[in-house]
């Protein structure tokens, strides 16, 4: 069983939002202060499904990341958390693509690697919230998606997986080699072991460039974009919270019970 | 395709009506095919649906193609793509839409691709600009703390729609549009997934999405237990349930009732926010709500920019207080 996991480093999606910045300047996020860069959330998530199926059955995990500046104490996290292998495409052309440019890139990798029996991804990088990359290496690839999971089981040849619907969900099976992208009703992802730590130090990470996998490199990065953006802005916040106050909590909160049903909201 | 002209709106189907979100991104389509002065078409794919042509006529196409049959009964990824690739290609639109639905999100990327195009999803605003023709997409992006507006060269182009973020017309039953069947020409040795079963989680109660109140807990609740008092408050309001990510990670409460950018999107008329610090990803759920009330410990809580009033304290003495004056008022 050879699992493949996409994650993604990104800035930490749970800084506080008063440090969200963007630099008008280059129409970019600038990276909080002294907040370092994490793998986006709902990739943790694709790491701990596949560390799952390798507990009930056994599996070899390779992950792959793409990006640049790569901290390796970031992106080397599932392995310490039991992932075996990391493969990064590292290089200024992959960066700033769309879902396209990305997954193209993605893909070809992972024909390289050429072992694979499942693919998963987060269901959306917690950056730009695309959600596409897991599409579209299914389609790029010609295999099977599965999207927006909560559950996984590989048994026969075949993956089952409980997909997460607007009232429930839905069990869905597909044959291998399959893409199914982890969404967080998964649960939370598991926390390195200092075993794992110290394995992950030890190991160094593969790195690609766009010539080790064959891409042409007007398909990848900025110049394979088909998805142009235009304009990048923070929407205004009123903030004009009135707070009800009273003797005590207990006070408080009759007063707010006043107060609604004085503005007809009770 | 050079060719491409009007807007196509992938219209969902619940229970053999329109869903909400093909209604209102009928309303939205009628728009922009105004402004481009180009056609509107519906495009309806199932198994059993001819019959709801005529209801997305009244909501505003000039046009609505069928595909039905039996193998499109449920949706199933690789079967939806076919027929969306086969109808684009013969009705070459400018523009397709599709709601940011568990059905949109999943189907809408992979068309795309198949079509050489792209997408963008989980849009909240649509316009034409007035000079390139362009569809210009806003996205809210960075787990809602940023917007971003994009556009693409290729056709058609894509995006799929948040719920409630578009507003649908009212319908005119006496409108005329025309009908195309088109055949599914459908291999089902194509269709590589297999629905085993449907998993409905039934809530009790008013549905989060009809709720006009709606009473819901964050990571300070704590456990399950909390979420019983909430209920409680929901019930003297006949509101519903809701819940920020934590507690359904936890398990607290079913993943169904999570609001948020991955969970459902609401706009009650009262939205009590209890123990819920208000992240971005949170407020992407509940920010259309007519007036939020926050009861937070925390006084610098995110949460207490969006509200309207609020209490600064711990919800295990506010709610039951809350609760006893609420009734004593309402004289129940």
């Known amino acids: 069983m050879n699992i493949i996991v996409c994650v993604k480093q990104i800035p930490d999606p749970e800084a506080p939002p008063a440090s969200f910045k963007i630099d008008p300047a280059t129409n970019k996020v600038a990276p909080p202060p002294n907040i370092p860069p994490v793998i986006s959330p709902f990739d943790e998530q694709a790491v701990e499904a596949a560390l799952r199926i390798k507990d009930a059955g056994g599996a070899k995990i390779t992950i792959i990341s793409l990006g640049v500046n790569l901290l390796r104490d970031v992106v080397k996290k599932p392995l310490s958390m039991g992932a075996d292998e990391l493969i990064l495409l590292e290089d200024p052309a992959f960066a700033d693509g769309d879902s396209w440019a990305t997954a193209y890139a993605l893909a070809m990798a992972i024909k390289k690697v050429g072992a694979y029996d499942l ?81 992950a130090k030890r190991k ?50 009759a007063n707010l019970a006043k107060k609604l049903a004085e503005v007809k909201l009770l | 395709m050079t060719d491409n002209k009007g807007v196509m709106i992938f219209t969902e189907v619940v229970d053999g009506k329109l869903a909400p979100i093909a209604r209102e991104l009928l309303g939205c389509g009628r728009k922009l095919a105004g402004e481009l002065k180009e056609e509107l078409s519906a495009l309806l794919i199932g198994s059993g649906v001819a019959g709801v042509a005529a209801e997305a006529t009244a909501y505003g196409a000039d046009k609505v193609y069928v595909v039905d049959n039996e193998l499109l009964k449920d949706y199933r990824t690789d079967a939806f793509v076919g027929v969306i690739e086969k109808v684009a290609r013969q009705a070459n639109p400018r523009i397709l839409l599709l709601g940011q639905t568990s059905t949109g999100n999943d189907l809408a990327p992979r068309a795309a691709f198949r079509l050489g195009t792209a997408v963008t999803l989980d ?15 806003t996205k809210p992006v960075y787990g809602g703390n940023a917007r971003a507006i994009f556009t693409m060269d290729t056709l ?19 409108r005329k549009g025309e009908v195309v069947t088109v055949d599914a020409g459908l291999d089902a040795a194509t269709i590589k997934t297999n629905l085993l079963q449907k998993v409905v989680q039934e809530v009790e109660g008013v549905k989060l999405e009809d709720a006009s109140v709606i009473v819901s807990g964050g990571r300070g609740i704590g456990g399950p237990e909390g979420f019983k008092e909430l209920e409680e408050l929901a019930k003297l309001f006949k509101g519903a349930v809701g819940a920020s990510r934590p507690p359904c990670d936890n398990g607290w409460v079913p993943t169904s009732i999570q609001i948020g950018l991955t969970g459902k999107v609401v706009s009650p008329e009262v939205y009590i926010a209890v123990a819920i610090s208000g992240s971005s990803q949170h407020l992407a759920g509940c920010s259309g709500s007519k007036n939020i009330i926050a009861i937070n410990r925390d006084a610098e809580a995110n949460i207490f920019k969006e509200a309207r009033f609020g209490v600064v304290g711990d919800w295990k003495k506010i709610i039951p207080a809350f609760q006893a004056k609420a009734k004593e008022l309402l004289g129940k």
């Open chain 1, 119 to 199: 693919i998963l991804c987060g269901r959306q990088a917690a950056d730009w919230d695309s959600g596409q990359v897991g599409s579209c290496i299914a389609e790029i690839l010609g295999l099977p998606q599965i999207t927006v999971a909560k559950k996984l089981e590989v048994r026969d040849g075949k993956v089952k997986v409980e997909r997460v619907t607007a009232d429930g969900y839905d069990v869905i099976e597909a044959g291998l080699p399959a893409v199914v992208t982890v969404s967080n009703e998964l649960g939370t992802a598991r926390y390195a072991t200092i075993k794992g730590i110290m394995a």
């Open chain 2, 156 to 174: 058609p182009q894509m995006a799929t729609v948040r719920a409630k973020a578009m507003s649908a017309l009212t319908p005119d039953s006496a």
């Open chain 1, 204 to 253: 160094e990470p593969i790195v690609w460039k766009p010539s080790d996998i064959g891409v042409e490199t007007a398909k990848i990065g900025a110049a394979g974009r088909r998805v142009k953006m235009q304009k990048l802005f923070q929407p205004v916040r009123e903030g004009k919270c009135e707070v009800i106050t009273g003797e005590n909590e207990e006070d408080a909160a």
């Open chain 2, 123 to 137: 849009c909240v605003a649509l316009e034409i600009d007035a000079s390139s023709k362009l569809l210009l997409q």
